[in-house]
């Protein structure tokens, strides 16, 4: 059998050669995110923001009004549209991706959140800047989209169009999406955050082999599916015992949040 080739967003420990299989220990193992961004300070998250910011706005200025036409538009002016929103799709995700994981793998260190939030309030501006091309499609009288929807140039996109119309008796105008959008920044999503920061800080004693061990949520989880029994009776002691001393902050994150 091959050897396993090291995945390019890992970072193995030096103990673990080129080429080698790595062990199925976590410890050491860390992202490597510079295959994205250089760090939370890398100018070039700057200039990817205001270069979609700007795709946003060119895209808007073309295909605004274009879908709601007499008759509904042409299945190549739709097949244009489409795969430039794709590809305006795909620029964002990279710098949201990066904001993303990196504020996983620390949410502690301000740099990451001060990144995280910025990236998230730009990614929802540039949300509102295109919501108009989904409401639009959604217009589009039925007869006419699936019309459309079965036109051989467009059948790489059938399935997401269909998809999207689903949600057409859900939908409210666009000031009202708007609405939704710039909300959500500091409310479901600010609560998310908080559940996330406040239990990524949690830390649950554990004893193990005669050492006590200060353990954070992921790894005193991976003890819930250890061999040894008593060690998850301790892991799972130790988990709700943590939680219980948190529940005041924990139990009003989910009360608001459902």
């Known amino acids: 059998m091959?050897?396993?080739?090291?995945?390019?967003?890992?970072?193995?420990?030096?103990?673990?050669?080129?080429?080698?299989?790595?062990?199925?220990?976590?410890?050491?193992?860390?992202?490597?995110?510079?295959?994205?961004?250089?760090?939370?300070?890398?100018?070039?998250?700057?200039?990817?923001?205001?270069?979609?910011?700007?795709?946003?706005?060119?895209?808007?200025?073309?295909?605004?009004?274009?879908?709601?036409?007499?008759?509904?538009?042409t299945p190549d002016h739709l097949l244009a549209a489409l795969r430039e929103y794709e590809l305006l799709q795909e620029s964002m995700v990279?710098?949201?991706?990066?904001?993303?994981?990196?504020?996983?793998?620390?949410?502690?260190?301000?740099?990451?959140?001060?990144?995280?939030?910025?990236?998230?309030?730009?990614?929802?501006?540039?949300?509102?800047?295109?919501?108009?091309f989904e409401l639009e499609w959604l217009e589009v009288p039925d007869y006419i989209a699936e019309r459309l929807m079965g036109d051989p140039a467009l059948t790489g996109y059938a399935h997401y169009l269909q998809a999207e119309r689903r949600f057409k008796p859900y939908t409210l105008s666009e000031a009202e999406e708007k609405i939704i959008n710039d909300k959500n920044l500091t409310g479901i999503s600010a609560w998310q955050k908080l559940f996330t920061e406040v239990t990524s800080a949690l830390r649950y004693p554990v004893e193990r082999d005669g050492a006590r061990q200060e353990l954070n949520q992921s790894q005193v989880l991976t003890l819930l599916r250890d061999p040894d029994r008593?060690?998850?009776?301790?892991?799972?002691?130790?988990?709700?015992?943590?939680?219980?001393?948190?529940?005041?902050?924990?139990?009003?994150?989910?009360?608001?949040?459902?």
Not at 94 to 115: I, M, N
Request: proline share 4%.
């Open 2 to 73: 091959a050897d396993m080739e090291q995945h390019p967003l890992l970072d193995y420990p030096d103990s673990v050669e080129a080429g080698a299989a790595p062990s199925k220990s976590a410890a050491g193992v860390a992202w490597d995110l510079s295959v994205f961004y250089s760090g939370p300070d890398d100018p070039r998250i700057t200039a990817a923001l205001q270069d979609a910011a700007a795709q946003a706005d060119d895209f808007e200025r073309r295909y605004r009004g274009t879908l709601k036409v007499d008759g509904g538009p």
């Open 230 to 258: 008593s060690l998850r009776e301790l892991a799972y002691d130790s988990l709700y015992t943590t939680l219980q001393q948190n529940s005041q902050v924990l139990s009003y994150i989910y009360d608001t949040r459902f």
């Open 94 to 132: 990279k710098t949201s991706a990066y904001a993303s994981l990196l504020y996983a793998a620390d949410t502690a260190k301000d740099a990451h959140r001060v990144l995280a939030q910025r990236v998230e309030e730009a990614m929802t501006a540039l949300r509102n800047k295109l919501l108009f």
